[in-house]
């Protein structure tokens, strides 16, 4: 088990290159079981989410090379569909297996997917949707089965704007027969990913990023290239670690208008961001004021997986911020941590209040998922004292070098391997 012990109280300047996005690169990889040939990925994050990614597609049969940060896949050796139940558990992307393999080969055999603890993350979205595309799905023994010799366009709507539904729906009416419609689809930039993904490989999709997707079924996908788009989480975390510090930092490889509610929040609570290209200028020489409201929601509203990170910057500004999360029933555990370390946080069911304090104090804390993690980090950049953060390897998930690139910046962070003592926050740091 690893920890990262992190020394509050410096200013982050500096420059840094944003890595590819986590969130775009998962669906990417699955699509490409759907291609007869050799595909060629750039920019793939060196994430532990994306290795398991990786070993799934090669217990599949495919083969699979990596250097630096391309991937190349040659699905041409896919000899079996059943994903093993062991990496099914890991992480929740494992899902968007389900769509490309039951459409290029006719049969799915999964189990139910792991991931993150923030809510129940049912799958009947993608179950339902599937359906529609004429798939027959037994669950039995713990495991799904679906098939269908050939999946049917069909007009989809869904109850909610899923993002993983939405992909792997794409996904699978890429190869179905007719036209598939798919309504109240999520916007997420990822989306306009993938679909660019299928589209380079010979897909016919319209309406990507927008809340109506028509994609017009075709024979078979070929091989081809395609870059990840930066990860606007990553840069998100970036910019907030940033402004709690007061510091002065340029993100490099971002599409600021994917981050266009993150800014306008941090604009609100004092922060100067400016965009221009593919760089992002942030600074903050002022006070941090209190958000009135944030309330999660599909893109463009706030992000979820930027709102731990954003709580721990309320937790020192002026006044008193409220913040509600409606995408996941239970993204609030990192507030018991926080309050550790000296934040005011009261939560009312789905919704925060944070009253600002002028310091918050090193502790001992635990990541209890991927970007609560991110969010204690943060806090502890911003600490007076040593924050010792333990379960780190919910950070790997998502942040390639996280410590690393946050040195980069100034920070005093680095990574230790916990001795089996108990953890002692004066003799680490
Ligand atoms: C790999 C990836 O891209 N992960 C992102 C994706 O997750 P993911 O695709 O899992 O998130 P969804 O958009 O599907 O989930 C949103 C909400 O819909 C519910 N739901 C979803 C599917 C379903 O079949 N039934 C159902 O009820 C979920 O429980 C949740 O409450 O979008 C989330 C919301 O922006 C982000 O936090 C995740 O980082
Ligand atoms: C919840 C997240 O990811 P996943 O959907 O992969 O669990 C996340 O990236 O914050």
Do not use: W
């Not at 000899?79 to 062991?86: I, M």
């Amino acid at each position: 088990m690893e920890r990262l012990v992190i020394e509050g109280g410096n200013r982050l300047t500096g420059s840094v290159r944003v890595h590819g996005s986590k969130n775009a690169a998962l669906p990417i990889l699955a699509a490409v079981v759907m291609a007869k040939e050799e595909t060629i990925i750039h920019d793939v994050p060196n994430l532990d989410d994306i290795a398991v990614m990786l070993d799934i597609l090669r217990s599949l049969g495919a083969r699979v090379t990596r250097n630096k940060s391309d991937v190349i896949v040659d699905s041409s050796t896919i000899h079996t569909t059943n994903v093993p139940d062991y990496l099914m558990r890991l992480m929740r992307s494992s899902i968007f297996l389900m769509g490309p393999l039951l459409a290029r080969f006719g049969s799915v055999r999964i189990s139910k997917p792991g991931g993150c603890s923030i809510g129940t993350r049912p799958i009947d979205l993608h179950l339902k949707g599937l359906e529609l595309l004429g798939a027959n799905i037994v669950e039995r023994h713990g495991f799904i089965e679906c098939q269908a010799s050939q999946l049917q366009g069909a007009s989809i709507f869904l109850d909610f704007p899923s993002v993983g539904a939405t992909e792997n729906l794409m996904m699978a009416a890429v190869l179905a027969k007719g036209e598939t419609i798919i309504g109240n689809a999520a916007r997420e930039p990822e989306i306009r990913d993938l679909a660019a993904l299928l589209t380079q490989l010979g897909a016919r999709i319209r309406g990507a990023g927008e809340d109506t997707i028509v994609i017009e079924g075709v024979n078979e996908l070929h091989g081809g290239e395609y870059q990840v788009s930066p990860d606007r989480i990553v840069a998100g975390t970036l910019m907030i670690a940033a402004s709690i510090t007061g510091g002065h930092v340029q993100l490099r490889n971002v599409r600021p208008m994917d981050l266009t509610a993150v800014t306008t929040k941090l604009r609100e609570a004092g922060v100067q961001v400016t965009g221009l290209h593919d760089i992002l200028d942030i600074k903050r020489t002022g006070p941090l004021h209190a958000v009135e409201r944030i309330q999660t929601s599909p893109y463009p509203g706030f992000p979820t997986d930027l709102q731990a990170p954003f709580m721990s910057l309320l937790t020192m500004a002026q006044g008193v911020s409220v913040i509600s999360e409606t995408i996941f029933e239970d993204r609030f555990q990192h507030v018991s941590e926080l309050q550790r370390m000296g934040a005011s946080i009261k939560v009312d069911i789905r919704t925060a209040f944070i009253r600002g304090v002028t310091e918050l104090t090193g502790a001992i804390v635990e990541a209890t998922d991927l970007r609560a993690g991110a969010a204690l980090a943060i806090a502890g950049l911003a600490a007076e004292g040593s924050t010792i953060l333990e379960r780190v390897h919910h950070i790997d998930r998502g942040y390639e070098g996280f410590e690393l690139q946050l040195r980069e910046l100034g920070a005093h962070i680095r990574r230790v391997r916990e001795t089996g003592k108990d953890a002692s926050v004066s003799a680490d740091a």
